[in-house]
């Protein structure tokens, strides 16, 4: 993920930011749209913001899914499995 410094508020980053925030809610409430838009190539700070947006979605979903099936082996006695 790319990070930018939000001190300097220009239009790049402003852009970069309502990208990233669309491309989050659009994953989370219509994930098959924002697949698809996810794809679009283009290195405008909007488009790059939204893929970020998308990706930073798609890692939560992975890390809660993770925490969950952890959860679940230990409730099952299995232990800190080495990966």
Do not use: C, W
Not at 31 to 37: D, R, V
Not at 41 to 46: A, C, D, K
């Amino acid at each position: 993920m790319i990070h930018f410094n939000m001190d300097n508020n220009s239009k790049e980053n402003i852009e970069y930011q309502k990208g990233f925030n669309e491309g989050y809610l659009v994953a989370q409430h219509l994930p098959e749209l924002s697949n698809s838009l996810a794809k679009i190539e283009s290195t405008s700070p909007r488009i790059e913001g939204f893929h970020d947006g998308h990706q930073q979605l798609l890692l939560e979903q992975i890390r809660k899914q993770r925490i969950n099936r952890d959860d679940k082996n230990k409730e099952k006695g299995f232990d800190d499995f080495e990966r």
